[in-house]
């Protein structure tokens, strides 16, 4: 099914491509660099982020950290701080992690072997390759989403891009097309056409310098290609955050490992396995735990937010308002920082923690 055997018309389209890119490509910050440290922080960045959304976070990490040593000696919370917005925050420790371990096996110079930088924490086979091809220019195929709908649209494959024999059959067909002489040029011009030209639901197929050869085109099916396995739906979940003042105090929490969001800071949380409504909330035994009998809190308002999507989850969130009159904090919430009532500070926060801090402050006029 996949024409291995005619490497040179595999070639050919990848050189059709690489004349498309020079004609076409977006300038960005990191296209301005062969420095791996920088490329391998833009394709972390660009893993589960839109381009447009990425630059300014690149342009920001960079000015801070413009080396592996300057991030391996950062805080963590600095570094998640920085990431703030970005969400899949484990990207972030990653990162971090992945510059220690630069400074410690390789003295904080990048290592310039596929191997070793596929040892990197966080570091799998589509990052390595992006890293070694454009910035090393070693010979390494990258295939991303948008590689997977071209490759599916212009050879017809059907295989599931989501299954192990799809994704081995795709990875062969990408190894065979890649050009050994500009592995970096040849891997940016097949991602950036699926990125502009080649795009989902609107590929420009009348414009395109590959119409009298895609398969898919020719065959009429472009829109059932790349082919996926049904998906499972998210699973949700319920989040009951407390939104405690105390004095013009609030209380936040270090969310733990194990669970999403590790090491960002949110309310008080007490999950549910539906939504309920505040009386079942009082009868939980963590409420029960944090607000012992003489202690209890006035209710003040409830916040309902919008289902917050994740990749796997769908957290369906409402946070209560309480006012805390006591003159000392007790001690069943003695765990809990302190930060200012309407702002988490320096700490960062889970996006959608972020968006009902924004709401306070509109609802405040501020
Ligand atoms: S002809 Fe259409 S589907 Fe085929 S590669 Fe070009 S844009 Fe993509």
């Not at 930088?117 to 589509?126: A, C, E, I, M, N």
């Amino acid at each position: 099914m996949i024409p291995l055997s005619d490497i040179a018309s595999l070639r050919e389209i990848g050189t059709t491509l690489i004349q498309w890119y020079q004609l076409h490509r977006r300038e960005l910050p990191w296209r301005e660099t062969r420095d791996p440290y920088c490329i391998w922080i833009s394709e972390v960045i660009l893993q589960q982020t839109r381009v447009a959304q990425g630059i300014d976070y690149y342009r920001r990490f960079i000015e801070r950290f413009p080396d592996p040593v300057s991030l391996a000696t950062a805080p963590e919370d600095e570094v998640l701080k920085l990431w703030q917005g970005l969400g899949y925050y484990s990207r972030a420790r990653n990162l971090h992690t992945a510059a220690q371990q630069i400074v410690q096996d390789h003295g904080g110079a990048f290592p310039r072997t596929y191997k070793a930088v596929r040892t990197l924490k966080g570091v799998g086979d589509y990052t390595a390759a992006a890293i070694c091809s454009i910035a090393l220019d070693l010979p390494y195929a990258t295939i991303d989403g948008n590689v997977y709908r071209v490759l599916s649209r212009v050879f017809d494959l059907a295989l599931p891009i989501d299954t192990n024999r799809g994704k081995q059959a795709f990875a062969e067909l990408a190894a065979s097309m890649l050009d050994p002489h500009r592995p970096g040029l040849h891997n940016q011009a097949l991602m950036e056409f699926g990125a502009l030209h080649c795009v989902p639901s609107t590929p420009d197929c009348l414009t395109c310098p590959l119409s009298d050869r895609c398969l898919s085109h020719i065959a009429g099916n472009v829109g059932e290609r790349p082919v996926k396995r049904t998906k499972t739906p998210p699973i949700p979940r319920y989040f009951n955050y407390l939104h405690i003042v105390w004095h013009g105090h609030t209380l936040l929490s270090r969310r733990e490992k194990g669970d999403i969001w590790q090491g960002l800071y949110e309310f008080p949380l007490i999950e549910t396995d539906s939504e309920v409504q505040w009386e079942e909330i009082t009868r939980t035994t963590r409420f029960k735990e944090w607000f012992p009998r003489q202690e209890q809190p006035q209710l003040c308002g409830m916040k309902q937010m919008r289902p917050h999507r994740l990749s796997h989850r769908t957290i369906h969130a409402r946070v209560w308002r309480l006012n805390l009159s006591s003159d000392t904090l007790p001690d069943s919430l003695s765990r809990f920082v302190l930060t200012g009532e309407g702002d988490p500070g320096e700490r960062a926060v889970p996006r959608l923690i972020d968006l009902y801090f924004e709401t306070l402050r509109k609802d405040r006029g501020q």
